[in-house]
Structures are given as C-alpha cells and as structure tokens.
C-alpha cells in the first residue's frame, strides 16, 4: 500500500505551500536521484504485487524509458559519475507516472474486498 501523504493538506492552505514546496524541490535535488536521470516513481520498490501489476499497466513507451532511466543510472552508479547537466532529470519532468496507476490498482482491490464482504439479505 502506498503511504500516507500530507500534501493535500499542504496544497488547500496557500501559505503553508509557498513555504513547502521550495523546500520539497530543494530536498529532492539534494537527494541525488535526479542527477543520474531517474525520476521519483523510479525509486518505488518492484516487490510488491500491486507494483508488478502497475508495471504491467504501463504503456509500451513509458516501461521503455523506466528501463532505459533504470540502466542508465546503474552505469552512473558503476561509474561513479553523474550525468551532464542537460541530461539530468530536471524539476518539471520529475511527474509521477506510476503512483496514479498504484492508487488505481489500490482502489480497485479495496472496491473488490469490499464487494465481496457484501452481505445480501431479504427483506
């Protein structure tokens, strides 16, 4: 399951945002990840059923590019150097795009159990 966000909370207060969101772009550009051209859905562990079902989802195009951002950042990591700036994942194409089908997949096995906790009764 995914973990709890606060950011609805953060994003319905306008004060409380201009002073969260500078910081969150600031801590994940520091975090690294993006300096070897990853994305953050990048960084979602695969073990998961409900992950492996949401790659599966992917579109053709997408699941090449995760492979290809996946490689090429092991390579960095081999060689312990980073991607020139204009390769490097920048801010604005940092969008999730695996999370959206997660929540998806989530919703659709919590509609499921509760379909099938269903209780029919005559009235």
Known sequence: M????????????????????????W?????????????????IPEETPIV????????PKEAYDRVFRMRRAFQCSLTHQLLPK???TK???????LSPLIAEIEAEIKERKDLDALIVSRK
Do not use: T
């Open 86 to 88: 204009e390769e490097q």
């Open 2 to 25: 995914s973990a709890p966000s606060i950011a609805p909370f953060v994003l319905k207060r306008p004060w409380l945002s201009r002073w969260m969101i500078p910081l969150a772009n």
């Open 52 to 59: 492996q079902q949401a790659l599966k989802r992917l579109p």
């Open 27 to 43: 801590y994940a550009d520091l975090s690294g990840y993006r300096k070897i051209g990853l994305r953050a859905d990048d960084l």
């Open 91 to 97: 801010s604005e194409d940092d969008v999730p795009y």
